[in-house]
């Protein structure tokens, strides 16, 4: 059974940064794109960042570029989202994704396996 489980949330002051983690089990993980995405109350969940299966390949929303950097470490199995320069905006429950796909960001398939999200809050 695949789990995916996220960490690393919590509560930050604008300008700060955290990093989340997302450790997978159950799955072959270098087989898999990873993903981030958030929900912020009362709007819809957007993919925020992508990593290929290697880390070779990655892409980014606007909003988070230049700010946020996704990374993974297939030996621990685990995807990584640092994040800095934390904004208001950026309140949210984030998640991380696995969709089997071998090739490059963005991904064009389903992803077929979703952690619980962790909470991030950021205040001014």
């Known amino acids: 059974q695949v789990h995916l489980v996220e960490s690393g949330g919590g509560l930050v002051q604008a300008g700060g940064s955290l990093r989340l983690s997302c450790t997978a089990s159950?799955?072959?993980?270098?087989?898999?794109?990873m993903g981030w995405f958030r929900q912020a109350p009362g709007k819809e969940r957007e993919g925020i960042s992508c990593?290929?299966?290697?880390?070779?390949?990655?892409s980014y929303i606007d909003s988070v570029k230049g700010r946020f950097t996704i990374t993974r470490d297939n030996g621990k199995n685990t995807l990584y989202l640092h994040m800095n320069s934390l904004e208001l905006e950026d309140t949210a429950m984030y998640y991380c994704?696995?969709?089997?796909?071998?090739?490059?960001?963005?991904?064009?398939?389903?992803?077929?396996?979703w952690g619980q999200g962790t909470q991030v809050t950021v205040s001014s």
């Open positions: 159950g799955l072959i993980f270098d087989d898999y794109a």
């Open positions: 990593i290929s299966w290697s880390g070779s390949n990655t």
């Open positions: 994704a696995a969709a089997l796909y071998h090739g490059l960001c963005p991904v064009p398939v389903r992803f077929g396996y």
